[in-house]
């Protein structure tokens, strides 16, 4: 199931600051055009607070956001009354997708994929961006590698001290694929005083022929994988491998 981002979503944008959100939105818009995508509507699924979304827009894709938190779509909806973006969001679990009509691509990005941490999630959500790509679109999606959660995360404590808050995130490795993240935040709400926060998510590294079967099982193959936001190809040591796919059948899936 998809994480809800609670509390942490008030802290998500200033903790994740280091993301450079124009470099990975143009990244993706050239990963679309490399492969012969369209400059159409763009699906961004898992947009949390929006910051690529908007990327996107600005790029000239009309953009549909799509998240399960409540508290992160509530942050962008707090930007999209700041800077007058057209973004429409949408408050949905991405194994449940339902949209209008067709998209002319689909992006996921900053692993949201690997929130989905029951394999047949996964599956139901490559299925569910299948059902709604327009023929011939892409899927251009990025993963955390099985060697990043066991070398990278692992059973490991990282410390984020800013101004106005500090955290304190901790991993616990489960089953060699499985982070359970633990977070306590602590926010400076007047002179001398702190209000503390409690958050928990967790992610799953699927292994290459998991991926393969849940794309193959939705109707998807694989164009192209790449190592990170690069156009290299991913090795042993990859922590984030970035997928360009689209539809086995060149006609598109029916929808039901």
Not at 12 to 20: F, N, R, W
Not at 129 to 136: E, I, Q, R
Not at 153 to 166: A, Q, R, S, W
């Given at each position: 199931m998809n994480s809800?981002?609670?509390?942490?979503?008030?802290?998500?944008?200033?903790?994740?600051?280091?993301?450079?959100?124009?470099a990975r939105g143009r990244y993706f818009d050239e990963l679309n055009r490399k492969h012969g995508g369209r400059?159409?509507?763009?699906?961004?699924?898992?947009?949390?607070?929006?910051?690529?979304?908007?990327?996107?827009?600005?790029?000239g894709?009309?953009?549909?956001?799509?998240?399960?938190?409540?508290?992160m779509l509530a942050v962008a909806y707090e930007q999209k009354e700041k800077t007058?973006?057209?973004v429409?969001?949408?408050?949905?679990?991405?194994?449940?997708?339902?949209?209008?009509?067709?998209?002319?691509?689909?992006?996921?990005a900053l692993d949201s994929l690997n929130h989905l941490t029951r394999y047949e999630d996964f599956v139901s959500a490559l299925d569910?961006?299948?059902?709604?790509?327009?023929?011939?679109?892409l899927f251009l999606f990025d993963l955390n590698t099985v060697y990043k959660h066991q070398q990278v995360?692992?059973?490991?404590?990282?410390?984020?001290?800013?101004?106005?808050?500090?955290c304190a995130w901790q991993n616990t490795l489960l089953d060699g694929a499985l982070v359970e993240m633990e977070l306590d935040l602590f926010w400076q709400a007047e002179e001398g005083s702190y209000e503390r926060f409690y958050d928990s998510f967790a992610e799953r590294a699927?292994?290459?022929?998991?991926?393969?079967?849940?794309?193959?099982?939705?109707?998807?193959?694989?164009?192209?994988?790449?190592?990170?936001?690069?156009f290299d190809a991913p090795k042993g040591d990859t922590q984030r491998v970035v997928y360009v796919t689209t539809h086995l059948n060149p006609e598109g899936r029916q929808k039901n």
């Open positions: 809800g981002y609670g509390e942490f979503s008030a802290f998500y944008d200033l903790l994740t600051s280091e993301i450079d959100y124009e400059n159409g509507i763009l699906l961004d699924l898992g947009c949390g607070t929006g910051k690529l979304s908007r990327v996107f827009e600005r790029l894709y009309d953009v549909i956001g799509v998240d399960v938190s409540e508290e007058g973006d057209q429409t969001y949408l408050c949905q679990d991405m194994a449940k997708l339902d949209l209008y009509g067709t998209v002319d691509v689909a992006v996921s569910r961006v299948s059902l709604f790509l327009h023929p011939g679109g995360l692992e059973n490991k404590t990282f410390i984020y001290d800013f101004d106005e808050v500090y699927y292994s290459e022929k998991e991926i393969e079967k849940a794309l193959g099982d939705a109707g998807l193959r694989i164009l192209a994988r790449y190592a990170g936001d690069t």
